[in-house]
């Protein structure tokens, strides 16, 4: 017989579970369930990192939700649980959990109406806890429990296979709730289900439960009473999980329902979104028109190697299937720029595409400065585009909404992230509802380094300061356990400050969404999950230098009556080097920090590629080889080494010293022969560090 649990919640029932989905899924494996159920409250936020982790532990996902009902009529709202039998049912998930995600109260319910529109591909689960039920058998009045039954799920309106009486424990306070939950579903024909709730993975982790509970209502710890359901909310081994009931149908309804529940997500597609056409036109027509009006814009006469490299990339993008793609983010810059809103001139490896500068995306002429269009799409190594965009940031919302009114609001939605409980934020939070004095915990809190990734643990067995406070009494040992228990935890749900996914279907058919900013709205998943689905992201990033620089524009004008031309500024002018070999930095993008200041005071920089090259050497690393760069630019003498005479031509116009990942590529292919396509792979495998790579021919994800 197969056993599954079907009342389970995960980290991401936010503040109401500690269960991490990897550890809870390995548990299941450990333990020897062949199936598990997720039905996080009011959410999908773990679905598919669910999926993910079941397929690892070779164990049956069955993907649920746990909704709120309010039914008119009744004084309070109460808990239904369901399973997707198919992926029908898992779009029917994804909708519930928008219309709640979507409603303006905190607290969130769903009508009759809206339960029942999206119940018929999945399984019902009525609680006993917190179901509709509890009241009405509490009070005895079975009668009542029945005609609700009945009322809801009419003989003719929908399978009664599919509908299960939950059976949570035979616990003397409960006998006669379960005999009577019994005897109806014996008389009306409905299953009974063994049920258990599942909030944290052992039964020690109870105390962290009760952390997270108290963090949620703001009280004390010794404040919160937990529901005679949640004292034993951990995940039961099989043996334990036979005694919850004496009936044996109870746990035949489990295979049942394990057989019933096939969902396949998948992993392979695209969803690339589609630019809206006019009649009789293609994208790949559309998209090579604009860019010959656009080449012949950018280069008063192209030349025939404008006109080859346009050819090549158009035919690797069409190739790739990302044609929408450069459609969509020429569209929405176009509509910026026509709106008086000041656009970035570019970043990243998209500047190295032809494509992307004939269609106005970005302002750097790649065959000028000799950047490689692999550095953007490689032929042989299938990647996504990443076309980061910059606005000012009190203006970018407004192109995103244009994007949302282009496409339509159930395809448009920016991305989610989480905060988390971060080192320093366990202890405050923990400190705080233990009651611990408020010195204690600021003083344990500023012992914790302010590093990027720092954890409890790294603090602690680095910092021997910090290790001794937090052993000087059982109220700081205690402390100490439950913050490292909870670190880590999604505390809230964010927003991301860039990601923004387009889509040609509607996005509940895939994932689910919930009230954003601006009338956005925000996906139930990360970017993580979202690329792993095959969504592609759009960043629209807002940047405060480019509001400067626009707030500059219009100060200007309206002094002098000038608008100055951001885009054809002079890169000679002379008084200009003259400041940064000063170090006078003050609000210049990446320029602006002490040891960049100290840089270009020692370079003395002449011209803009110098400017680029330092910005491109000052990072871990390349930082080393800065010394030798000054050398060779303000020694003309000083006589640059090259290991072979082949690197000079690559080489001499940065001393020697490899700056710029082209010349990486350059190298490769001098050297080793390789394709353009294959030294770029090799490319990446240097700057992943990647110690094992074996050729051109190695593919590398």
């Excluded at 192209?302 to 006109?307: L, R, V």
Aim: hydrophobic share 40%; glycine share 6%; charged share 25%.
């Amino acid at each position: 017989m197969k056993f599954v649990h079907t009342n389970v919640y995960s980290e991401f029932s936010l503040l109401s579970s500690t269960n991490r989905i990897e550890e809870l899924v390995e548990q299941a494996s450990i333990l020897g369930y062949e199936a598990l159920a997720l039905t996080d409250h009011h959410v999908m936020y773990g679905a598919v990192s669910f999926y993910k982790a079941c397929l690892k532990f070779q164990i049956k996902p069955l993907i649920g939700l746990e909704v709120t009902i309010f039914d008119e009529g009744r004084r309070e709202p109460f808990l239904l649980r369901l399973l997707a039998k198919s992926n029908d049912g898992y779009r029917s998930l994804n909708k519930l959990s928008t219309i709640l995600g979507l409603k303006e109260s905190k607290r969130a319910y769903l009508s009759k109406e809206e339960f029942l529109r999206y119940t018929e591909a999945c399984l019902i689960i009525i609680p006993y806890y917190e179901g509709p039920l509890e009241a009405y058998l509490k009070r005895k009045e079975q009668m009542n429990a029945e005609q609700w039954l009945l009322s809801w799920f009419p003989d003719d309106f929908i399978d009664k296979k599919d509908v299960y009486l939950e059976l949570s424990g035979e616990r003397e306070q409960d006998e006669w709730s379960h005999r009577q939950l019994v005897s109806i579903a014996e008389q009306r024909g409905w299953n009974c289900l063994a049920g258990h709730p599942i909030r944290y993975l052992q039964k020690e982790d109870v105390s962290s439960y009760v952390v997270l509970k108290a963090i949620q209502s703001g009280h004390l710890m010794e404040r919160i009473e937990l529901k005679s359901y949640e004292e034993q909310a951990f995940f039961l081994p099989k043996e334990r999980f036979k005694q919850i009931s004496s009936n044996m149908s109870a746990y035949q309804s489990m295979e049942e329902m394990i057989n019933k529940s096939e969902v396949v997500l998948s992993f392979e597609e695209t969803l690339m979104p589609k630019f809206p056409l006019q009649d009789g036109q293609t994208a790949e027509k559309t998209l090579r028109e604009l860019c010959l009006q656009g080449l012949k814009k950018r280069y008063e006469n192209p030349s025939e190697e404008a006109y080859s490299r346009l050819d090549y990339e158009l035919n690797v993008i069409n190739s790739m299937g990302f044609t929408d793609y450069f459609l969509v983010v020429w569209d929405f810059i176009r509509y910026a720029k026509e709106s008086g809103i000041l656009v970035g001139p570019g970043r990243g490896s998209a500047a190295s595409s032809l494509v992307a500068f004939a269609l106005a995306i970005t302002e750097i002429d790649p065959l000028k400065y000799n950047l490689l269009f692999e550095r953007f799409l490689n032929p042989e190594r299938q990647s996504l585009p990443d076309i980061d965009v910059d606005f000012p940031d009190h203006r970018r919302e407004e192109v995103i909404q244009y994007v949302q009114k282009r496409y339509g609001k159930n395809y448009v939605a920016q991305i989610l992230t989480f905060g988390t409980f971060a080192a320093k934020a366990a202890i405050r939070d923990v400190g705080k509802v233990l009651g611990l004095h408020a010195f204690e915990i600021e003083k344990a809190a500023k012992l914790i380094p302010s590093r990027p990734g720092i954890t409890l643990e790294k603090a602690i067995s680095s910092n021997e300061e910090l290790s001794d406070f937090l052993n000087e009494s059982k109220e700081l040992e205690q402390l100490k356990c439950l913050a490292l228990k909870i670190e880590g935890l999604p505390r809230h749900s964010s927003t991301h400050a860039a990601g923004v996914i387009i889509s040609e279907k509607p996005l509940t058919d895939i994932i689910a969404l919930q009230s954003g900013q601006d009338g956005i709205y925000l996906t139930q998943a990360t970017m993580g999950v979202l690329e792993e689905v095959g969504f592609v992201k759009f960043d629209f990033l807002g940047l405060r230098n480019l509001t400067m620089l626009e707030r500059v524009q219009d100060a200007v004008y309206a002094h002098i009556g000038k608008k100055i031309d951001l885009l054809h500024l002079p890169l000679d002018d002379v008084k200009v080097y003259e400041e940064l070999s000063k170090g006078e930095t003050t609000g210049v993008f990446q320029l602006e920090s002490d040891g960049m200041r100290g840089v270009l005071k020692q370079l003395k920089p002449s011209q803009f590629e110098d400017i680029v090259a330092v910005n491109a050497l000052y990072r871990p690393g390349p930082m080393d080889f800065i010394p030798t760069y000054i050398q060779g630019k303000n020694e003309p003498n000083h006589k640059v080494s090259y290991l072979h005479p082949d690197l000079e031509p690559i080489l001499s116009s940065t001393y020697g010293v490899i700056v710029y990942q082209e010349q990486i590529i350059q190298i490769a292919v001098k050297l080793a022969h390789y394709s353009l396509a294959e030294a770029d792979i090799l490319r990446r495998a240097i700057s992943k560090k990647i110690k094992d790579f074996t050729g051109g021919k190695s593919r590398i994800y």
